[in-house]
């Protein structure tokens, strides 16, 4: 099994916790967004969406998050014989596909600062621009990734798509400590595939300083959000990579080999 991914991804963080809480063995792809290696014309053959995560078994190639970790779950219960009741519950799936409602990046890019979001779009645009030279095949499906990247641009200067992305997450945080009030995870006390998608949305604002405002603002989820980093899944996942000093370590490294790129108008 492939699974190309990488640790900024936010839909490749949850599907690498359900691979680890799974135990499932996967031959690993980084592809940095931010770097445009998704772009690279190798990847883009695969899935010309330029999206993370994909994943492969054999012929099969999935790019849903919430399809590829209920094939996930499958694989790993069928691996150990265990019956149906082994599978996710309809609860956990709804919880799945309303964390999976809430799109996280004009959220995500209105809290970068301007200066900075604007030196990896541009890079990225250069980068998008010199692959659809070095393919033509491909050149319509790189046009359009194109013209999304000004697409986004022109979006993010609109506050009232920002506005109505981060009033649907609070509505979502705020039905998520509600639901807390029952039970130490979102639907037991047992962690659940629910909990695997949930848990990169929590990590993703405290990666923008953003924890006091809508973690530690509600008790539920702050005692939950100490509960899960616990896990063996979360550390190896995104504590890896951005736990204290490690976030800067990993944003650092990106952004200075952006930087260095664009001056080497090398792509």
């Not at 659809?132 to 000004?150: G, T, V």
């Amino acid at each position: 099994m492939q699974f190309y991914h990488h640790p900024y991804s936010l839909d490749s963080q949850k599907v690498r916790l359900a691979l680890e809480e799974k135990g499932i063995d996967y031959t690993s792809h980084h592809a940095n967004p931010i770097t445009g290696k998704n772009m690279d014309v190798s990847f883009f053959r695969i899935n010309p969406s330029a999206k993370l995560p994909v994943f492969q078994n054999g012929a099969h190639i999935m790019f849903d998050t919430i399809e590829i970790i209920l094939y996930i779950e499958r694989i790993a219960v069928v691996s150990v014989g265990a019956d149906e009741s082994s599978f996710s519950t309809r609860e956990v799936v709804e919880w799945m596909h309303k964390i999976q409602q809430w799109n996280p990046k004009y959220f995500t890019l209105s809290c970068i600062p301007k200066k900075y979001r604007m030196t990896v779009s541009k890079f990225l645009r250069r980068v998008v621009i010199a692959r659809m030279a070095e393919s033509p095949d491909l050149a319509s499906a790189y046009h359009r990734k194109l013209k999304q990247a000004y697409e986004t641009e022109d979006k993010l200067k609109n506050q009232e798509v920002v506005r109505r992305s981060k009033e649907h997450l609070i509505r979502l945080l705020d039905e998520v400590e509600t639901q807390l009030n029952e039970a130490s995870y979102l639907t037991g006390e047992e962690f659940s595939m629910a909990d695997a998608m949930l848990i990169p949305v929590l990590a993703r604002l405290v990666l923008l300083n953003l924890e006091d405002e809508y973690l530690n603002s509600r008790p539920n989820i702050a005692e939950y959000w100490i509960l899960v980093q616990q896990r063996p899944s979360y550390r190896k996942v995104i504590g890896k990579y951005f736990n204290g000093w490690r976030k800067y370590k990993t944003l650092i490294k990106t952004w200075s080999f952006v930087r260095f790129r664009s001056l080497l108008r090398k792509y």
